[in-house]
T-cell receptor, first 117, second 108 residues
Framework: NAGVMQNPRHLVRRRGQEARLRCSPM?????VYWYRQLPEEGLKFMVY????????ESGMPKERFSAEFPKEGPSILRIQQVVRGDSAAYFC???????????????FGEGSWLTVV | KNEVEQSPQNLTAQEGEFITINCSYS?????LHWLQQHPGGGIVSLFM???GKKKHGRLIATINIQEKHSSLHITASHPRDSAVYIC??????????FGTGTRLTIIP
């Protein structure tokens, strides 16, 4: 039973390019969460998705960032026109049906490290 | 406001020492998570607690609901325990609020 799979593990983008980060949740998990860890800072919630629905995107920057979790395939975190300040580690996590607040353990991926040059 | 505070920020100890990392939180928590992160690495979930105490190997996590406080203990610490330990609160809204982490270094 594979864990939460994230790719790419490391991504380098020039300013102005687009970054796409992918997350495949654990088998049977329908809840996906994205968190960002800026250099020398703690983790911060970005967005919570269920299949085909964005449930809570209160942690997403208002512009350039979007997320989706389609019926088929991985969840995608998309950052358009990247800037240096987007350089961070982006972690995906998943939990089973009913979500983490119902007492289900949350499982994290290995993270995707984005560097904007 | 949902807040989680962690201490100490950095902790260095000799191999074999008993380690305690503390976490306090604001009201309304439904569960408290302890996570481990190695440098440049992923995040591993160690414990999820809503009451009492849990033990896994040399790791023990406790939570006191009345005091709004949790502790992570490591017995017989080993250099491979060196990592950042993070507590995170679930305030029932499906998004974790994280402490700033404790960087633990165990010296052989």
């Amino acid at each position: 039973n594979a864990g939460v799979m994230q790719n790419p593990r490391h991504l380098v983008r020039r300013r102005g390019q687009e970054a796409r980060l992918r997350c495949s949740p654990m088998k049977g998990h329908s809840h996906v969460y994205w968190y960002r860890q800026l250099p020398e800072e703690g983790l911060k919630f970005m967005v919570y998705l269920q299949k085909e629905n964005i449930i809570d995107e209160s942690g997403m920057p208002k512009e350039r960032f979007s997320a989706e979790f389609p019926k088929e395939g991985p969840s995608i975190l998309r950052i358009q026109q990247v800037v240096r300040g987007d350089s961070a580690a982006y972690f995906c996590a998943s939990s089973p049906s009913l979500g983490q607040s119902s007492g289900n353990t949350i499982y994290f991926g290995e993270g995707s490290w984005l560097t904007v040059v | 406001k949902n807040e989680v505070e962690q201490s100490p920020q950095n902790l260095t100890a000799q191999e074999g020492e008993f380690i305690t990392i503390n976490c306090s939180y604001s009201v309304g928590i439904s569960a408290l998570h302890w996570l481990q992160q190695h440098p440049g690495g992923g995040i591993v979930s160690l414990f999820m607690l809503s009451s009492g105490k849990k033990k896994h190997g040399r790791l023990i996590a406790t939570i006191n609901i009345q005091e709004k406080h949790s502790s992570l203990h490591i017995t017989a610490s080993h250099p491979r325990d060196s990592a950042v330990y993070i507590c995170a609160g679930d305030f029932g809204n499906e998004k974790l609020t994280f402490g700033t982490g404790t960087r633990l270094t165990i010296i052989p």
